[in-house]
């Protein structure tokens, strides 16, 4: 199956610049609409876990890993925990 296998790797070479959305997801929560024009700067929306639970990390919209949240340079990065099977081609 060597052919194979080769016909996937050159597959992917062809798509491999493409471009997919990443989104790190540390929580939810529903609001009503009131609640929502009732916001103002300073407020606080609670979310639907802990503090220090992983976050999800999503892949055009498909839940793909789980990760911790950190900051590098000042900036918010995610720390890859866990990588879940996905089924080939689900991406």
Same mark, same amino acid.
């Given at each position: 199956?060597r052919s194979a296998a080769s016909a996937g790797a050159?597959?992917?070479g062809r798509i491999s610049n493409v471009e997919m959305? /990443? $989104? &790190?997801?540390? +929580?939810? $929560?529903? /609001?009503? =609409?009131? !609640?929502?024009? !009732?916001?103002?700067?300073?407020?606080?929306?609670? #979310?639907?876990?802990?503090?220090?639970?992983?976050?999800? &990390?999503? #892949?055009? +919209?498909?839940?793909?890993?789980?990760?911790?949240?950190? &900051? &590098? !340079? @000042? *900036?918010?990065?995610?720390?890859? $925990? @866990?990588? #879940? *099977? =996905?089924? *080939? +081609?689900? #991406?």
């Amino acid at each position: 199956c060597r052919s194979a296998a080769s016909a996937g790797a050159a597959n992917l070479g062809r798509i491999s610049n493409v471009e997919m959305a /990443m $989104t &790190v997801e540390i +929580g939810r $929560t529903r /609001m009503s =609409v009131r !609640d929502v024009l !009732d916001l103002e700067p300073g407020a606080v929306i609670e #979310l639907d876990r802990s503090a220090g639970a992983p976050a999800d &990390v999503l #892949l055009n +919209g498909r839940l793909v890993a789980h990760g911790e949240v950190v &900051v &590098v !340079d @000042q *900036d918010y990065a995610v720390r890859i $925990t @866990q990588i #879940l *099977d =996905v089924a *080939d +081609g689900a #991406l």
